[in-house]
């Protein structure tokens, strides 16, 4: 059976979900579920516990089954990644889908992600928040959780710009001056950026760009 996440107004200083069993009115606290580090983590995927399934991403210790891609969710992310590539931004490279490891209990694989640095740079481990000046998340369906649990983990971690794509309501959020490690980790700035605008592409405190959203957007 699988769990839902919800946000839980009980815990403000984790701000962890509260699960809800489907089709139950049961609900239980992130802090009774089994946790896992990345490391554990990648053994089970190493040791075949998934199978050929790799639909999963491992946040705050939990492991999470990620959201169906529909065409509109791909189609949003293949259009940001081109865009990126195309801006040719010196001493980065564009990440997809693959993991960005946050701490040792959190690793979340972005939709899109500025990497400092070369592919073969990583050959042995993950980039982390250190090496990724701008994450992005492709939200639909998974827009409440990309609102609250992963903006809670990429302000914990500093990474300093973090995006959502946000398909429903057709704009971009920008979230800029993240707060790190703290009881109620937030960013400090929020830019809604509509269909017919643009958005600024900053690493490192500069604007190396600027993309249109309606491109963007499938």
């Not at 069993?21 to 075949?48: C, N």
């Amino acid at each position: 059976m699988s769990i839902a996440p919800t946000t839980s107004a009980d815990s403000p200083k984790s701000l962890l979900p509260t699960f809800v069993a489907p089709d139950s009115e049961m609900q239980m606290p992130a802090s009774a579920l089994k946790r896992f580090t990345v490391d554990e983590y990648h053994a089970m995927i190493d040791a075949g516990v998934f199978g050929e399934d790799k639909n999963f991403e491992l946040l705050d210790g939990l492991i999470v089954r990620k959201m169906t891609i529909n065409p509109p969710h791909w189609i949003a992310t293949g259009n940001l990644r081109d865009l990126l590539v195309s801006l040719r931004i010196p001493g980065v490279f564009i990440h997809s889908q693959e993991p960005v490891t946050t701490d040792a209990a959190t690793e979340p694989e972005p939709d899109v992600a500025v990497i400092r640095g070369v592919r073969r740079d990583y050959i042995s481990r993950n980039p982390d928040p250190n090496q990724t000046p701008l994450v992005v998340e492709v939200a639909d369906s998974t827009l409440m959780q990309d609102r609250t649990w992963k903006k809670r983990i990429y302000a914990t971690a500093a990474v300093p710009v973090y995006w959502i794509v946000n398909l429903v309501d057709r704009q971009i959020e920008v979230f800029t001056q993240p707060s790190g490690p703290s009881e109620q980790p937030a960013y400090a700035n929020c830019e809604m950026i509509p269909a017919d605008g643009e958005v600024p592409v900053i690493i490192d405190g500069r604007e190396v760009g600027r993309l249109a959203v309606k491109e963007i957007l499938p």
